[in-house]
C-alpha cells in the first residue's frame, strides 16, 4: 500500500490533476470504472474516456498491470496509460501494448509530471485528429527500449533515420546500427506521425526531417535520407502524393536541388 499511496500523493499534488482515484488491484480498477460515480457517469455519456490516465503497478494481486492494459486498450475510448515498475525488462512489454510512459521505482514528483505532460499532448494530438502536424517538444521525444542480449538499451527516437518492415517486428535504422523491436510498422507509422515520421513504403517509413533529396527514375521515385551516410529507399506509387505534399508544407533544411 505505500507504493499506492505514493503515487497517489505525487498525483494529486501535482497542478495538472484534478482528481485522483486508487484501486488496490486490477479487479478494484475496473469496478471503478465501471461505477456509478456522477463524474464517470458523465464521461460516459460524453463519449470520452472515463478517466484521462490509468497510472498501474506491472506487479499487482490478480491481474498484473500488463494484462489490465489489454483490457483498457478494448474500452470504446481507452484511457491512457503510464505504468510503474522496479525492471527495466517491463519497459519492452510496455510499449508493446501500447504504453504512454513508464515510471521506474521510486517514482519522484518531476518523473511523474513529465509522464503528466506526455498524457496532456497525447490527449491534444487526439482532440486535433490523426493528421495533426505540430512538431513534439524537444523534451518529448520518445524512448524506445529494445533487447540486446539479455540487456534493455534505450533509444532515443530522434536517433531512428529510417524503419523497416520485418514481418511482425520493425527494424530501426539509428545513426549507430539498427534494432529489431517486437512492434509492426503500421503501429510505428500512427504513434510517430506527430513526430515527422511518414510511411513512404509498404516495408519503409522515414523521418521527414532528414530527406535531403528526392529521385525520380525509370522505375519511380525514391528519397535520399542525410544525417548519417547517404541512404537512398523506394517510394511506392501509392505513398508518393502524400510526400510530395509533405516536403512542400514542411520543406527541410538541405532538401532540393543541388
Excluded: C
Aim: proline content about 6%.
Amino acid at each position: 500500500m505505500a507504493g499506492l499511496d505514493e503515487m497517489k500523493y505525487l498525483l494529486g499534488n501535482n497542478p495538472r490533476v484534478g482528481r485522483v482515484l486508487t484501486a488496490f488491484d486490477a479487479a478494484e480498477a475496473l469496478r471503478l470504472l465501471r461505477s456509478d460515480d456522477p463524474e464517470l457517469i458523465g464521461r460516459r455519456d460524453q463519449d470520452e474516456s472515463i478517466v484521462d490516465a490509468v497510472f498501474a503497478d506491472v506487479s499487482m494481486p490478480g491481474l498484473s498491470g500488463m494484462e489490465l492494459a489489454r483490457v483498457l486498450t478494448a474500452f470504446r475510448n481507452p484511457p491512457a496509460l503510464v505504468f510503474i515498475t522496479g525492471h527495466e525488462e517491463n519497459a519492452l512489454e510496455a510499449f508493446e501494448v501500447g504504453a504512454l510512459d513508464y515510471i521506474m521505482k521510486p517514482a519522484n514528483a518531476e518523473r511523474v509530471d513529465r509522464a503528466l505532460r506526455t498524457v496532456e499532448k497525447n490527449k491534444l494530438q487526439a482532440a486535433k485528429g490523426p493528421r495533426a502536424l505540430e512538431a513534439p517538444a524537444a523534451d518529448d521525444d520518445e524512448v524506445i527500449p529494445v533487447e540486446l542480449a539479455g540487456t534493455t538499451k534505450m533509444i532515443p527516437r530522434k536517433n531512428v533515420r529510417w524503419v523497416e518492415a520485418q514481418g511482425d517486428y520493425a527494424r530501426l535504422h539509428t545513426t549507430d546500427g539498427s534494432h529489431l523491436v517486437r512492434i509492426p510498422l503500421a503501429q510505428l507509422e500512427e504513434r510517430w506521425a506527430e513526430a515527422g515520421f511518414l510511411r513512404i513504403h509498404r516495408s519503409f517509413l522515414v523521418s521527414l526531417s532528414l530527406v535531403t533529396e528526392l529521385r525520380m527514375s525509370s522505375s519511380g521515385y525514391s528519397v535520399v535520407l542525410g544525417g548519417g551516410p547517404p541512404q537512398e529507399l523506394p517510394v511506392s506509387r501509392r505513398h508518393t502524393r502524400e510526400l510530395k505534399d509533405r516536403l512542400v508544407r514542411a520543406p527541410r533544411q538541405g532538401w532540393g536541388p543541388q
